[in-house]
């Protein structure tokens, strides 16, 4: 079904079929680069990036800042700390859960991984999102995100 917008109907599947082509091919290309230059790929540089800015984190809070499984989210962990990347600490309110750090093999590979990803990322951007509608589309994709998240769409199952 399509929306209506002031120019007319939004055609719904056209719009989501880009927004999944847009971030898939996105995705891949960020990837293929992170790889080339760093030895890691995009989901691992998230990971990595996420614990950077919020040390201490639980495995839990990766699955939901990224919706997806504890299970998945755990063997990434475990691929990362094999890595020597990571480390695992016993959570001293929960010693069920373990809280996770970046080392400082891990930080400095973030770091110079992070130039890459914001070079790769904005040069394959620039010519849509430097033009007059950018702004208005970071700022639409930005609300829906918080709206999806506000209320909790789209977490896995299970």
């Avoid at 992170?34 to 990766?62: K, N």
């Avoid at 020597?84 to 600490?89: D, F, L, N, S």
Wanted: glycine share 8%; net charge neutral; proline share 4%.
């Amino acid at each position: 079904m399509a929306s209506k917008s002031s120019r007319g109907p939004i055609d719904l599947p056209g719009f989501f079929a880009d927004l999944v082509r847009c971030e898939t091919r996105l995705y891949n290309a960020l990837n293929d680069r992170l790889r080339e230059r760093h030895g890691i790929v995009t989901s691992q540089f998230e990971f990595l990036r996420f614990l950077r800015d919020h040390p201490g984190s639980r495995v839990a809070d990766l699955a939901t800042e990224f919706a997806i499984g504890i299970g998945a989210t755990s063997k990434g962990i475990d691929r990362l700390e094999k890595q020597a990347w990571v480390i695992r600490r016993t959570n001293p309110s929960d010693r069920r859960s373990s809280l996770l750090d970046l080392t400082a093999g891990g930080l400095q590979l973030v770091e110079a991984a992070e130039v890459t990803f914001t070079k790769t990322l904005a040069e394959l951007t620039a010519d849509v999102l430097g033009g007059p509608s950018g702004l208005a589309a970071v700022q639409i994709l930005s609300e829906l995100r918080s709206v999806l998240e506000r209320d909790q769409i789209g977490l896995p199952t299970g």
